[in-house]
């Protein structure tokens, strides 16, 4: 069957439809492009917060394992000071310069068998151990630091007159010489 004839009005009604429908179905076009833009910008937002958070947290990771060196190191120095021996003074003593440098090491160059002397004359045993220790300070070139440790010795002598333990608060300054990290001075805290 044949359609009725539309007239005039009809048709231009149906070209208005036509047309509204047209500019209607033309936003919804654009709308998926500028939703992918908006996706698009999103997606390279959170991958460049994720590479952003990514470098912090290797750079921090780094930081802190740099820190704990500094302070192993720190730690160690005072164990070796701590625990010296008459039977391994020598030793106890090199072990002590082998980690030693700047006005720390200076302090000892030159008395090490004067000091390996009175301890096997006197007979005096310390062993030694660290109650705490932790970063005080680093510097701005990330070369040096200084660490706080507290540390006991537990002192035998042999008339065990005046034995017993003796407690060290100690500021120790570590510095990285080449990737060799050493205590270049240590001091008393009062």
């Known amino acids: 069957m044949a359609e009725p004839a539309k007239n005039g009005a009809e048709t231009a009604a149906d070209e208005t439809v036509s047309d509204e429908e047209a500019l209607s179905a033309a936003p919804s076009r654009r709308r998926p492009g500028l939703a992918a833009v908006v996706a698009g ?72 068998d004067p000091f ?38 537990n002192v035998t002598m042999p008339d065990q007159a005046q034995g017993g333990p003796r407690d060290f608060r100690m500021r120790v300054t570590v510095t990285d010489d080449g990737g060799t990290m050493t205590a270049s001075k240590v001091e008393f805290v009062p």
Request: net charge negative; glycine share 8%; charged share 25%.
């Open 116 to 153: 390996v002397s009175v301890v096997k004359e006197a007979g005096v045993t310390t062993e030694g151990s660290i109650v705490e220790a932790g970063l005080e300070s680093e510097s701005d070139d990330g070369n040096s630091a200084t660490v706080l440790v507290a540390a006991r010795a």
């Open 41 to 112: 910008v999103l997606v390279a937002a959170l991958v460049v917060a994720g590479v952003v958070l990514l470098v912090d947290r290797n750079s921090a990771n780094e930081r802190d394992a740099r820190r704990n060196a500094f302070v192993q190191t720190a730690r160690q120095t005072m164990l070796n000071l701590t625990t010296i021996k008459p039977d391994t003074a020598k030793d106890d003593v090199d072990r002590i310069l082998a980690g030693a440098s700047g006005t720390f090491k200076s302090e000892f160059d030159g008395r090490q």
